[in-house]
């Protein structure tokens, strides 16, 4: 039997719905378990039997963490930090791995891979130089300062993902571009940047989450007196003697929030939207 | 056109510049050569006493955060010109933020210290020699010597003593009282109970040992009771290879022998273990004072359901570890306020209103004769203890040889990969390098 | 610079500031000035905390015996060669890193595909849901999965039980066999979108033409995806991947929630190593020596899958 182009399509359809709905179920139920751990008192989540649904609904949860530990101040500190973090990931990483697509120089294999040894070393042991860097800097416990780690850190992802993304808009569109009087500016601005916002979209998203969610250098590099950041307040939940999963799924549920915001903000651009006319002879 | 490699090289110049003025270290006292805060003079009027205090601790529930709250209250009214500004510092990565401290500056003037941890931080310089202070102190006659001893280093003393947490056992009164079993006192009686106890198809096991991160400070007790110290009084290895390899039979055939033990004991920290206990799952409990409250609440204070006894005596030593958490200094930039803050920590009424809001135990011992321990029938195990407890053995690097050579080892003749005696070789062999490097 | 580069400005001359964007760019400067902030940042702030990360390798610096470390040339990496933990310790990365990019990848890309279908219903609230373990903080996701699994509260047993699956609860991280895998699960939950994200984006990338072509040509869909999906994901795959493997190496995080490296060595791995070096043993010239390894060895895995896959060719 010849299966028509539109049968073969319909099946691939249904296989695509199999994939996505087993994926989808992989990847939420635990978040929804996440969701529905912090309707419950402690009570009701350390019994015999496991409770699926909870008996006796509560948002104490939520409101003890709101209330408690200046969490309002926390998630402020690390809108702006991950705010500023991803303007100087994009600005700074999109010119460099433009360079470094468009443009052939001798160092430039080497150079690539330069800017990844940072990431190569275990941020553990990084801890100490930087924090000595800052607090000579005078940056300790800033938001710029704080921005700073994230940004050497982070500049090196932007910049080997964005370029992977330039590296598949063909050059020919840039010199089309230039044949029409455009300068190189003008031609990243208006032809490069359009046709990759599915690549830059998809480099802020990663950004924002990486440095939204970061703990470590935030619990070293800050203070309750100063800039503390709020994966910290949820960490400090977590005592030796003391594992409150009502409070900490409440948390992880509240620190999804505002991501959740910006991806939907952004879902859009991931979308290809634009019909590009190819480059035609 | 500018040369690339010029290019290359004007860029990494002015970097480099940047650099360096970055990287000055802070100076770090040698370990060994300890500073001391000025010997106070006459007592210092309240009042006279201004400024702020720094204060790093690792309280997490809302109990402690309460008593925290309370406290600090309280010294606010005895000295109303002085702030204290606490710090909350996740217990986890307590000793990475303070090592970060020591060496790169920001050292809190004043700190909680966990007994196990006092070594490590007076070692790497990071803490202030007490001894001058605590030897003219009014609240030193109710603080007795061995109180200190896991805050002594070579004779000098580095913290104050503020709540203890006493090791002890919690039982199911109820099931024993069922299978008609006296509660045990020695480890014979233990391992009977616990086997009796054990009841797969009621998913019921005797005892809910702790097989993951801890569970190396119980085996160690263990090790202790069978009559093998680990280090002697001058801090060097005295393991008895013997009585530890007896010690480490006993233990762990408790779960690869008897099967007393739940199957998921390889990775049971305290949450397990508690939840194992709280839910019906395991009938007796090794661990302490600390977590009267939580178990009280799961279980029911007056239910008649658990009770609190003090650890079975092993067949050489009768051993139930006495822990402290400790106040000092670290970097003390108003010494004498400072010292008031850690002051208060042990003054009697202090200590009352911290024991109301957590349940932990005192470390004055005026405070543990008030009636509201005397009276309290669970605490009674607690006041036995003290009778024969002590600190367990902590120098620096302890903490480090507990968890990455005790604790795998351990496991690993849990999940039957080795024999208790090279076990046992590597926890030597593993001291050995702790001890001499 | 390429010959397409020379070609004619605007005739008519404008009078603009000396440093218009437009004019600048026409510059022959104009690469490098595109990579001056970044090679600024990163050098500036990455350079020197590395430098003197290798450079403690070579120094015994424990802070519990000296204030100050001490040049030991090359004595690190003569205890670490010895260290039974260490071996065990890499062979465990090695186990942990290629079935944990591999499973990521390939999951990822099989999600990034169905989703890229252009007609399918409700895809927005599908692609929200599965982008979704990756915006959880890992310190929640790692507790969260310790009790999904846990062996006496964890509702993914009480579902397996349920299912028949499984007879009884399992401790899943408590058994030596399946502890590994059970990370490597969480792992793969948490990490699969990052793979989707990217590769979705990489696919949208490519234009519609082709396949319509190809098509018409009479290409099957293996064909297509061999011949032109594929090639043009390429830079994306080797970034994505490269990005990956070192996150898997380096970052201990998940390990230190889940197992701590246990039962016995079973989940230990070098990030953990180092880390518990440092921050448990305060002997951070061992850690460094590591650390070091671990870079040394990234660095090589980096430039051959760069080379191999010609991304920088040309």
Redesign the interface.
């Known amino acids: 039997m010849i299966r028509s182009?539109h049968q073969?399509q319909r099946l691939?359809?249904v296989?695509?719905?199999g994939?996505?709905l087993g994926?989808?179920t992989?990847?939420?139920f635990?978040?929804l378990?996440?969701a529905l751990?912090s309707l419950k008192a402690n009570a009701d989540?350390?019994?015999a039997d496991?409770q699926?649904l909870p008996l006796r609904p509560t948002f104490q949860n939520y409101a003890t963490l709101w209330a408690q530990a200046g969490f309002p101040t926390m998630f402020l500190n690390s809108a702006i930090v991950t705010a500023l973090t991803v303007l100087?990931c994009l600005?700074?990483?999109i010119?460099?791995a433009?360079?470094?697509s468009?443009?052939?120089?001798r160092a430039?294999?080497q150079?690539?891979?330069?800017?990844?040894?940072?990431?190569?070393?275990?941020?553990?042991?990084?801890l100490?130089?930087?924090f000595i860097?800052l607090r000579v800097l005078g940056l300790y416990d800033t938001h710029i300062g704080l921005t700073?780690?994230y940004?050497?850190?982070l500049?090196?992802?932007s910049?080997?993902?964005l370029?992977?993304?330039f590296?598949?808009?063909p050059?020919e569109l840039e010199?089309a571009a230039?044949?029409d009087?455009c300068?190189?500016?003008?031609a990243?601005l208006r032809v490069v940047l359009p046709?990759?916002r599915?690549?830059v979209?998809?480099t802020a998203?990663?950004i924002a989450?990486s440095a939204w969610?970061e703990?470590l250098f935030a619990l070293m590099l800050t203070t309750s007196q100063g800039i503390r950041t709020w994966?910290v307040g949820?960490?400090l939940m977590?005592g030796e003697y003391q594992?409150p999963?009502g409070l900490?799924?409440a948390?992880?549920v509240i620190?999804?929030a505002p991501?959740?915001l910006f991806?939907?903000l952004v879902?859009r651009a991931?979308?290809?939207g634009l019909t590009?006319g190819?480059v035609k002879g | 056109?500018?040369r690339?490699r010029d290019?290359l090289k004007s860029?990494?110049i002015?970097?480099?510049g940047?650099?360096l003025a970055?990287?000055a270290p802070q100076a770090?006292?040698?370990?060994g050569v300890s500073q001391s805060s000025a010997p106070t003079p006459a007592a210092v009027k309240p009042a006279a006493l201004t400024g702020t205090v720094s204060y790093w601790h690792t309280f997490t529930s809302q109990s402690e955060m309460d008593g925290l709250a309370k406290v600090t209250k309280a010294f606010k009214d005895k000295y109303p010109n002085v702030t204290v500004n606490s710090e909350n510092v996740p217990n986890s990565d307590f000793?990475?933020k303070f090592?970060l401290a020591?060496?790169g500056g920001g050292k809190p003037e004043t700190t909680m210290i966990s007994s196990v941890r006092l070594p490590?931080m007076a070692?790497?310089?990071g803490l202030i020699d007490l001894t001058s202070r605590v030897a003219t102190w009014d609240q030193r006659q109710y603080l007795p010597d061995e109180r200190f001893k896991d805050a002594t280093i070579n004779g000098k003393i580095y913290g104050v003593p503020s709540f203890a947490f006493v090791n002890w056992m919690y039982y199911r009164a109820d099931w024993f009282k069922e299978a008609g079993l006296t509660p045990p006192k020695t480890f014979d009686e233990f391992q009977n109970a616990a086997i009796k106890l054990t009841d797969p198809s009621k998913n019921r096991f005797g005892f809910g040992m702790r097989?993951?991160?801890g569970g190396e400070g119980a085996l160690i007790e263990v090790i202790r009771s069978f009559g093998s110290p680990i280090v002697d009084e001058k801090g060097q290895p005295a393991m008895d290879r013997q009585k530890a390899t007896d010690a480490l039979r006993w233990f762990s055939e408790l779960f690869t022998k008897h099967k007393a033990v739940?199957?998921?004991?390889?990775?049971?920290s305290f949450q397990?273990i508690m939840?194992?206990f709280t839910?019906g799952?395991t009938a007796m409990l090794w661990h302490h004072t600390g977590s009267l409250i939580d178990v009280s609440t799961a279980l029911g204070a007056d239910s008649g359901k658990f009770g609190t006894l003090p650890r079975p005596a092993g067949p050489a030593a009768h051993i139930g570890d006495v822990s402290y958490s400790y106040n000092g200094m670290s970097d003390p930039k108003n010494a004498d306020a400072d010292w008031a803050w850690l002051d208060h920590w042990a003054q009697p009424d202090t200590q009352i209103t911290f024991l109301e809001s957590t349940g932990y135990f005192p470390s004055s011992t005026k405070v543990v004769e008030d009636a509201r321990v005397q009276k309290n029938p669970y605490y009674a195990a607690a006041i036995e203890t003290l009778k024969f407890g002590g600190p367990a053995p902590a120098f620096?690097?302890s903490?480090?040889w507990g968890?990455?050579v005790v604790?795998?080892n351990f496991?690993?003749v849990?999940?039957g990969?080795i024999k208790p005696e090279e076990a046992i070789e590597n926890m030597m062999k593993g001291l050995d390098k702790a001890v001499k490097? | 610079?390429?010959q397409?580069?020379r070609?004619a400005?605007?005739a008519e001359p404008v009078a603009r500031p000396a440093w218009h964007?437009?004019?600048?760019?026409?510059s022959?400067?104009?690469?490098?000035?595109?990579?001056?902030?970044?090679?600024?940042?990163?050098?500036?702030?990455?350079?020197?905390?590395?430098a003197?990360?290798?450079w403690?390798s070579f120094q015994r610096y424990?802070?519990?015996?000296?204030?100050?470390p001490s040049f030991v040339g090359l004595a690190q990496y003569a205890d670490l060669w010895t260290d039974s933990?260490f071996w065990t310790a890499a062979r465990n990365t090695v186990v942990w890193v290629t079935v944990g990019a591999g499973s990521q990848f390939l999951?990822g890309l099989?999600?990034a595909?169905?989703?890229n279908?252009p007609?399918?219903r409700g895809i927005?609230l599908?692609?929200?849901?599965?982008?979704?373990?990756?915006?959880?903080?890992?310190?929640?996701?790692g507790?969260?999965?310790s009790?999904?699994l846990?062996?006496?509260?964890?509702?993914v047993n009480?579902v397996l039980v349920r299912l028949g699956l499984l007879q009884g609860y399992v401790?899943w991280?408590?058994?030596?066999e399946t502890?590994m895998a059970a990370v490597l699960v969480v792992d793969l939950?948490k990490n699969?979108?990052?793979f989707t994200?990217?590769l979705?984006?990489?696919l949208?990338?490519?234009?519609d033409?082709l396949y319509e072509a190809a098509?018409v040509d009479g290409a099957n869909?293996w064909y297509r995806f061999w011949r032109i999906t594929l090639p043009?994901?390429t830079?994306?795959i080797?970034?994505?991947v490269?990005?990956r493997v070192?996150?898997l190496?380096?970052?201990?995080?998940l390990m230190i929630i889940l197992?701590?490296?246990?039962?016995?060595?079973a989940t230990?791995v070098l990030?953990l190593l180092?880390?518990?070096s440092?921050?448990?043993?305060?002997n951070?010239g061992a850690?460094?020596a590591v650390?070091t390894v671990?870079?040394v060895v990234?660095?090589v895995f980096?430039?051959a899958y760069?080379?191999v896959s010609g991304?920088?060719r040309?």
Not at chain 1, 111 to 126: D, G, K, S, T
Not at chain 3, 21 to 26: C, T, Y
Not at chain 3, 259 to 265: D, E, R, W
């Open positions: 182009r073969t691939y359809d296989l695509a719905y994939v996505l994926a989808f992989f990847a939420v635990p978040i378990w996440t751990t989540i350390v019994t496991i699926y100087v600005a700074v990483g010119s460099g433009y360079s470094l468009r443009y052939r120089f430039r294999a150079l690539l891979l330069f800017y990844l040894v940072i990431r190569m070393f275990p941020a553990v042991l990084l100490l130089p930087i860097a700073l780690a940004t050497a850190f500049t090196p992802v910049i080997w993902i370029k992977g993304f590296d598949t808009i050059p010199d230039r044949i009087g300068t190189r500016a003008g990243i046709l990759a599915p690549g979209a998809a998203v990663l989450i969610n703990f994966p949820l960490q977590v594992l999963w900490l799924t948390g992880g620190s999804i991501i959740l991806f939907a879902q991931l979308v290809r590009l190819a | 056109m500018m690339r290019f860029s990494a002015a970097g480099s940047l650099l970055a990287c770090v006292a040698p370990p000793m990475a090592t020591v060496q490590d070692a790497m310089g097989g993951a991160g739940p199957p998921s004991v390889t990775n049971d397990q939840t194992g839910t799952q620096a690097g903490s480090n968890l990455t604790l795998p496991q690993r849990l999940l990969e490097g | 610079m390429r397409a580069e070609i400005l605007p964007l437009g004019d600048l760019s026409e022959n400067h104009w690469a490098y000035y595109l990579l001056l902030p970044s090679l600024l940042l990163v050098a500036m702030v990455a350079l020197y905390p590395v003197s990360g290798v403690l424990n802070l519990l015996r000296a204030a100050v933990v999951l099989i999600v595909l169905a989703l279908r007609r399918l927005g599908l692609r929200l849901g599965l982008l979704l373990p990756w915006l959880m903080p890992t310190v929640v996701a507790h969260m999965w009790l999904l846990d062996s006496r509260l964890g509702v009480d401790a991280f408590a058994q030596a502890a939950w699969f979108p990052f994200l990217l979705l984006a990489g949208q990338g490519v234009p033409e098509e869909a043009l994901l830079p994306v080797v970034a994505s490269i990005l070192i996150g190496v380096n970052a201990p995080d197992t701590h490296g246990g039962p016995g060595l230990h990030s180092a880390f518990n440092a921050y448990t043993g305060f951070f850690a460094a650390a671990m870079l990234l660095m980096t430039s760069v080379r991304v920088t040309e």
